[in-house]
């Protein structure tokens, strides 16, 4: 494999961040990956320990001068979004990803990059590489499945772990540290399925909704974008006004945490519908294209006529659960903090919604820095599975991190970049979950964290990418933080 990053400084950090790059890493894929960090450790004659869940723990003894200072935790996890454009032939389960530069940008052609977080176990395995970095007693914590419930962080045995301070790589913009973060937790509304036969004079439509920009339900949450399943429910509501139509089926999004940037419903209707159902779905397209003409610039919505007749549809009853539930459900943010100018409190996203053999599925990720906000938000989509016979329960959850009055990292940290860079940097809370947050819970407080990172732009979409002047400063003020945590 061409190395596309081998003349680019910190040679080391994208030597790693590439060979990364060449592993398959999706969430719940990660044997791969976290073998080869196990392998890495070997090699470099470092303790680790690989525990069931896959998380790798790497250690290495403070340098000369730092033999007794307290332990520091690098952390970051393994695991990445696979997501690809339409059209793009990519295995994420085997193909490597195909690292591009353009300009002060690396990309990865047609997919996800990983950057969240490839770089942060790019930058722990640089530093244990090295014989010249100062630190203290170090370990790099690397985590599995971060990206779909945090499950290796929720399974992380305390005791693996011995440092107090930890540095968490997971955030994605150059000269913010982040000391607080949103709790959340995902719902999944299962709404049964009654199935028909079509009528056989009936004909098949597709109607697909394509082109928005997608991305993080959390740090992108805020911008106002179009949701794929939110539009697909007001297209199904404008049209049953007007047409008579039977679903066989509906499919949107990707993951509960991404917001959903395509859509499809599978419609059946009579043939002499067709001319109303296409300038019904164009006059709402122009309507949509203009909201959205800021946020989603390539919005679309086509309507294709398809040959074979579905072998069933859902009853009308069913259909009406599925087009209410879809366009009652809350999306987008919920609440502003009224302590943290411009922080998004609490928001809902509704990633995904599966047609399956018995019920469609439609998951939400509810996230909240106030934990009784997120359950007020879980019960409203309770109490809107009552009215459309949906079985609404919570899949996964995890806490929130509370600010830290008093914290040694945060100190160190503000003072070695206002000298390195003649600013400060900006003390801030993020809308997401980071796995501080249960961190917190699991160790009792009793650890001091912060996070940072460099800038990564549009990350959980294919235009995902990585700013190479960001990691270079972001590299030197990692270095100058270890060299003063003496």
């Excluded at 049209?239 to 066989?248: G, H, P, Q, T």
């Excluded at 859509?263 to 209707?269: D, G, W």
């Excluded at 809308?431 to 160790?443: N, P």
Aim: with cysteine.
């Amino acid at each position: 494999m061409s190395k596309v990053l081998q003349n680019i400084e910190p040679t080391e950090v994208f030597k790693y961040f590439e060979e990364i790059s060449s592993i398959p890493r999706e969430s719940g894929n990660e044997k791969e990956i976290s073998d080869y960090l196990v392998s890495f450790a070997k090699k470099h004659n470092l303790e680790v320990v690989q525990d069931k869940d896959l998380n790798v723990v790497i250690r290495k003894k403070g340098t000369r001068g730092y033999e007794n200072s307290q332990g520091i935790i690098l952390q970051g996890h393994m695991d990445m979004v696979c997501e690809k454009n339409s059209g793009v032939e990519h295995d994420f389960t085997k193909d490597p990803l195909k690292l591009k530069i353009v300009d002060d940008m690396i990309y990865a052609a047609g997919t996800t990059l990983g950057g969240d977080d490839g770089i942060a176990v790019a930058m722990g395995l640089a530093v244990l590489a090295s014989n010249d970095i100062p630190h203290p007693p170090m370990e790099l914590l690397v985590t599995t499945s971060e990206e779909t419930g945090m499950n290796g962080a929720i399974g992380l045995n305390p005791e693996n772990i011995k440092g107090k301070i930890l540095i968490n790589i997971d955030s994605e913009e150059e000269g913010v540290l982040l000391v607080s973060c949103a709790g959340g937790c995902s719902a999944k509304a299962s709404i049964p399925i009654e199935w028909n036969n079509p009528d056989k004079d009936d004909k098949t439509f597709s109607i697909r909704i394509e082109g928005l920009k997608g991305g993080h339900s959390g740090a992108e949450i805020h911008k106002g974008r179009a949701n794929a399943n939110k539009l697909m429910a007001r297209v199904l509501e404008n049209l049953r006004e007007n047409v008579d139509f039977k679903i066989s089926k509906i499919s949107g999004g990707s993951k509960h945490n991404v917001i959903a940037s395509d859509s499809e419903a599978i419609l059946v209707s009579c043939s002499k519908c067709e001319s109303v159902l296409k300038n019904e779905v164009a006059n709402l397209q122009k309507v949509l294209k203009d909201e959205f003409k800021t946020s989603d610039s390539d919005l679309k919505i086509e309507v294709e006529s398809l040959d074979i007749l579905p072998e069933k549809v859902m009853s009308n009853d069913t259909a009406e659960n599925v087009i209410n539930f879809m366009y009652l459900i809350p999306n987008g943010v919920q609440s502003m903090s009224m302590d943290i100018e411009g922080l998004v409190e609490s928001s809902l996203n509704l990633g995904t919604v599966v047609t399956g053999e018995n019920s469609v599925e439609c998951l939400s990720s509810i996230r909240s820095s106030v934990r009784s906000l997120r359950d007020n938000i879980f019960n409203t989509i309770v109490t809107i599975g009552n009215f459309t016979k949906a079985k609404v329960e919570s899949e996964s959850s995890y806490p929130e991190w509370k600010y830290r009055d008093d914290s040694k990292i945060r100190e160190v940290m503000v003072e070695v970049y206002e000298r390195l860079f003649g600013k400060k940097p900006l003390i801030s809370a993020i809308h997401a979950g980071l796995e501080c947050g249960i961190f917190s819970e699991k160790f009792n407080g009793q650890l001091d964290m912060i996070s940072m990172g460099p800038n990564i732009l549009d990350i959980h979409s294919p235009d995902e990418h990585l700013s190479i002047s960001s990691t270079q400063r972001t590299w030197k003020y990692l270095l100058e933080v270890l060299k003063e945590l003496k």
